[in-house]
């Protein structure tokens, strides 16, 4: 694999830590700055939306522009909100600072699947993905659980700190790894990305991404919460239970971009249909600490196996004007981590439990299976129709 690859997996590490390790350090912001449980959730569905607006209006504005030089400025932006994060006198600043981090999320990784796609052959694409996506599994497997240790022992600003840096290395290994795209096929105009979503296909591919993610990220947002209050693990276990959890996301990963691949549609089907067992027996079996370590494990393998699928599945539909198509998925993702935080969230709030955000998180996937099986259905009945009838011998 091409060496700007692992340029994109460290920018993507960077912004994986980010996005999760305020998960593990959840209690610490709260207590700190004096705000409830679901209000504290807010750092995370309010990243979250955040990248759902900036996959789109910014990928929408710097389609035409040279893709390395709009990685380094995506980078540059992420760098400034982690910064502002880290010296946040109060929640208010926090959460501007995490907003502002999260504009270039979306843009970035929809940019990005682009790059990486583009610089092996067709099939290798969906490994390509997986291999720039590696950056978010390696944040869960080292960067969280460190992160949130770190936070725990020298207050959750040392970890914003330390991002801070990572953004800052990120940044240099796009500069000198990325090739710039300037000598290449020209970007199509913003006209022309737009015409990918005259595609249904396009569509059911965004719902099926928020749904279908939604309910592992909904599930996941209170899970050092689950691992303390459900099932009795203590406050300090959770950073190294974190480190299983990536371990299944890395494996999940690299297992989910090899398999789409070579089959696409029935490797998310089959991944689907088990995200939504894997989640509803958790729920089920959460009180029981061992039973829990296997539940969180297979959550992360069968949860991120879906995402080099997913993304392949949208740009197999945008072949010539992928840009933005690609940017809207990756706003489905974070749409879906808003919304299954959200619901996860409400279920805490009717006091349902700390094991309710598995629950939930097993019917949402389990509707972003339905989803995709009605959509599998028509892609392969349209693909029926427009092929070409064959013509029978009338030779005797």
Same mark, same amino acid.
């Given at each position: 694999?091409? *060496?700007?690859?692992?340029?994109?997996?460290?920018?993507?590490?960077?912004?994986?830590?980010?996005?999760?390790?305020?998960? /593990?350090?959840?209690?610490?912001?709260?207590?700190?700055?004096?705000?409830?449980?679901? &209000?504290?959730?807010?750092?995370?569905?309010?990243?979250?939306?955040?990248?759902?607006?900036?996959? #789109?209006? +910014?990928?929408?504005?710097? !389609?035409?522009?040279?893709?390395?030089?709009?990685?380094?400025?995506?980078?540059?932006?992420?760098?400034?909100?982690?910064?502002?994060?880290?010296?946040?006198?109060?929640?208010?600043?926090?959460?501007?600072?995490?907003?502002?981090?999260?504009?270039?999320?979306?843009?970035?990784?929809?940019?990005? =699947?682009?790059?990486? %796609?583009?610089?092996?052959?067709?099939?290798?694409?969906?490994?390509?993905?997986?291999?720039?996506? =590696?950056?978010?599994?390696?944040?869960?497997?080292?960067?969280?659980?460190?992160?949130?240790?770190?936070?725990?022992?020298?207050?959750?600003?040392?970890?914003?700190?330390? &991002? !801070?840096? &990572?953004?800052?290395?990120? +940044?240099?290994?796009? #500069?000198?790894?990325?090739?710039?795209?300037?000598? %290449?096929?020209?970007? %199509? $105009?913003?006209? !022309?990305?737009?015409?990918?979503?005259?595609?249904?296909? #396009?569509?059911?591919? #965004?719902?099926?991404?928020?749904?279908?993610?939604?309910?592992?990220?909904?599930?996941?947002?209170?899970? %050092?919460?689950?691992? !303390?209050?459900?099932?009795?693990?203590? @406050?300090?276990?959770?950073?190294?239970? *974190?480190?299983?959890?990536?371990?299944?996301?890395?494996?999940?990963?690299?297992? /989910?971009?090899?398999?789409?691949?070579?089959?696409?549609? @029935?490797?998310?089907?089959?991944?689907?249909?088990?995200?939504?067992?894997?989640?509803?027996?958790?729920?089920?079996?959460?009180?029981? @600490?061992?039973?829990?370590?296997?539940?969180?494990?297979?959550?992360?393998?069968?949860?991120?196996?879906?995402?080099?699928?997913?993304?392949?599945?949208?740009?197999?539909?945008?072949?010539?004007?992928?840009?933005?198509? =690609?940017? $809207?998925? &990756?706003?489905?993702?974070?749409?879906?981590?808003?919304?299954? $935080?959200?619901?996860?969230?409400?279920?805490?709030?009717?006091?349902?439990?700390?094991?309710?955000?598995?629950?939930?998180? $097993?019917?949402?996937?389990?509707?972003?299976?339905?989803?995709?099986?009605?959509?599998?259905?028509?892609?392969?009945?349209?693909?029926?129709?427009?092929?070409?009838?064959?013509?029978?011998?009338?030779?005797?």
């Amino acid at each position: 694999m091409p *060496l700007a690859l692992l340029a994109l997996a460290v920018g993507g590490f960077g912004i994986g830590l980010t996005e999760f390790v305020i998960m /593990g350090l959840l209690p610490e912001v709260a207590s700190d700055l004096d705000v409830t449980e679901p &209000i504290a959730g807010y750092l995370i569905s309010g990243y979250a939306l955040a990248v759902a607006v900036g996959a #789109v209006a +910014l990928t929408a504005a710097v !389609t035409r522009f040279d893709r390395k030089t709009v990685l380094v400025g995506l980078m540059g932006l992420f760098v400034a909100g982690n910064l502002l994060s880290a010296i946040a006198p109060g929640y208010e600043t926090l959460l501007a600072g995490r907003v502002l981090a999260a504009l270039c999320h979306g843009a970035f990784f929809g940019i990005g =699947s682009v790059v990486a %796609a583009g610089l092996v052959g067709p099939e290798r694409r969906a490994s390509a993905i997986a291999l720039m996506f =590696s950056g978010l599994t390696a944040a869960n497997v080292l960067g969280v659980p460190f992160g949130t240790f770190l936070g725990q022992q020298h207050g959750w600003r040392a970890t914003f700190w330390a &991002i !801070t840096a &990572i953004g800052v290395v990120a +940044l240099v290994g796009i #500069v000198v790894l990325v090739p710039s795209t300037r000598d %290449a096929a020209r970007p %199509a $105009a913003l006209r !022309t990305e737009l015409t990918a979503f005259r595609s249904p296909q #396009v569509w059911w591919s #965004v719902v099926v991404t928020i749904l279908g993610y939604g309910g592992m990220f909904g599930a996941f947002t209170y899970i %050092a919460y689950t691992l !303390t209050e459900v099932s009795g693990f203590a @406050p300090a276990t959770v950073p190294w239970l *974190l480190v299983l959890f990536g371990a299944g996301l890395f494996v999940g990963n690299y297992a /989910g971009g090899r398999l789409a691949d070579r089959a696409l549609a @029935p490797t998310l089907l089959g991944l689907f249909a088990a995200l939504t067992v894997v989640l509803a027996v958790f729920a089920a079996t959460a009180s029981n @600490p061992v039973a829990a370590i296997v539940g969180l494990v297979l959550m992360g393998v069968f949860g991120f196996a879906t995402v080099p699928g997913l993304q392949m599945r949208i740009m197999r539909h945008v072949v010539r004007a992928p840009t933005l198509a =690609s940017g $809207a998925n &990756i706003a489905a993702f974070n749409i879906g981590n808003a919304v299954g $935080a959200w619901a996860g969230g409400l279920t805490i709030t009717l006091g349902l439990g700390y094991a309710a955000p598995l629950g939930a998180g $097993a019917l949402v996937t389990l509707a972003g299976l339905a989803a995709l099986a009605v959509a599998t259905l028509l892609e392969r009945r349209a693909t029926h129709h427009d092929a070409p009838t064959p013509v029978l011998s009338t030779a005797s």
